[in-house]
C-alpha cells in the first residue's frame, strides 16, 4: 500500500513530492533508487517506464512550479531533481543496478571480493595485448570486440538468473553475484577501448 501524503493523505507515487495535491515531501533518510522511482527492487527493469517517470516527477518537482514559495522550497526542488536523476541513472544502468542491489542485499562489496581468479587475469592480459598491438577498425579488434560481447551477455544471463527473484539478505549466491560483477567491469572497460571509447569508472 502507498505511503500517504502528510498533507492530504492520497498515496504517494514517489516520496518526494505529492502527484496530488503538489506539496514537495522533506526527506530525513535516503529511500533509495528504486522507491524514489516508485518501483519495486528488482534486476528486470523497464527502461521506457523508468523513462516515463522520471519525466513526471520531474514536473512535479519543478523548481519553477516553487518560485514564489521562497528559497527554502526551491532547494528542496533542486534536490529533489537532483535525486530522481542520480535515481534514474542507477536503475537504467545495469551493471549500478545490480551492484546496488547486491548490497541492500547484504552481499559483499567490490572490495572484498576484488580478486579475481588467475585464469581470468590471464584472460584479461591477452584481451589488452591486441587493445595495445592493434588499431581501432581493424579485424583484430572487432573479433575481439565479438567475443567480449558473447562474454559479457553470458555475464548478465548469469547476474539476472540469480537475483529473480532477488534472493534473502545475506544470502550466500550474493557473493557469486559479486564476482560476475566484478568480471563485467573487466569486460566493460575492454569493450570500451575497443570502441575507442573512455572506458566506464
Given amino acids: 500500500m502507498p505511503t500517504p501524503c502528510p498533507n492530504c493523505g492520497e498515496g504517494l507515487e514517489t516520496p518526494l513530492a505529492c502527484g496530488a495535491c503538489g506539496v514537495l515531501i522533506q526527506i530525513d533518510e535516503d529511500p533509495g533508487p528504486f522507491e524514489v522511482l516508485g518501483l519495486a527492487p528488482s534486476i528486470d527493469v523497464d527502461a521506457e517506464d523508468a523513462r516515463k ?9 519543478h523548481p519553477d512550479f516553487f518560485a514564489l ?3 527554502d522550497q526551491v532547494a528542496l526542488a533542486e534536490a529533489a531533481g537532483a535525486r530522481l536523476n542520480a535515481a534514474h541513472d542507477l536503475v537504467a544502468d545495469f551493471s549500478a543496478r545490480a551492484d546496488w542491489l547486491v548490497r541492500h542485499l547484504g552481499g559483499p562489496s ?17 584481451w589488452n595485448e591486441v587493445l ?17 560481447g558473447e562474454h559479457r551477455e553470458g555475464l548478465v544471463s548469469a547476474i539476472t538468473a540469480a537475483l529473480t527473484p532477488l534472493p534473502s539478505p545475506g544470502d550466500d549466491s ?10 563485467l567491469r573487466y569486460v566493460d572497460r575492454a569493450l570500451a577501448r575497443a570502441a575507442g571509447q573512455a572506458p566506464p569508472r
Fill in 132 to 148: 595495445e598491438e592493434n588499431a581501432p577498425g581493424s579485424p583484430c579488434l572487432a573479433a575481439l570486440a565479438r567475443e567480449l
Fill in 69 to 71: 514559495a521562497g528559497e
Fill in 174 to 183: 550474493l557473493g557469486a553475484v559479486r564476482k560476475d560483477l566484478n568480471a
Fill in 110 to 126: 567490490e572490495k572484498e571480493l576484488g580478486a579475481m581468479p588467475q585464469t581470468f587475469l590471464m584472460e584479461v592480459m591477452e
Fill in 53 to 61: 517517470r522520471l519525466r513526471r516527477f520531474t514536473r512535479l518537482v
